[in-house]
């Protein structure tokens, strides 16, 4: 069974840095366009940030540009998330998902989520 499993968050000051992994396992042999969500208590799941195949091509949502940089390393299937300049309202559970994956055989996945990482901002 192919998964995503996701590392790197805990707690940390208002300004200080941290750097979320997203890495494939099992069946799933690369990614392909991965996203980094967020959710807060109480509130909607947020997209974050997001990565093509090759990396060439990123997005943000403005709450985060200038912030957080979102990168990956094919070689190792796994995607980062740079997270500088923490703010207490960047508190939320943090996930990657991968819409489409390439799994081992050939076969094409669908819709592969993380189980999620803390971050908590402290002011």
């Known amino acids: 069974q192919g998964q995503l499993v996701e590392s790197g968050g805990g707690l940390v000051q208002a300004g200080g840095s941290l750097r979320l992994s997203c890495a494939a396992s099992?069946?799933?042999?690369?990614?392909?366009?991965v996203n980094w969500y967020r959710q807060a208590p109480g509130k909607q799941r947020e997209l974050v940030a997001s990565i093509s195949g090759s990396g060439g091509t990123t997005n943000y949502a403005d709450s985060v540009k200038g912030r957080f940089t979102i990168s990956r390393e094919n070689a190792k299937n796994t995607v980062y998330l740079q997270m500088n300049s923490l703010k207490p309202e960047d508190t939320a559970v943090y996930y990657c998902?991968?819409?489409?994956?390439?799994?081992?055989?050939?076969?094409?996945?669908?819709?592969?989520w993380g189980q999620g990482t803390q971050v908590t901002v402290s002011s």
């Open positions: 099992g069946t799933i042999f690369s990614l392909n366009f």
């Open positions: 998902n991968a819409p489409m994956v390439t799994l081992r055989g050939g076969l094409t996945g669908y819709d592969y």
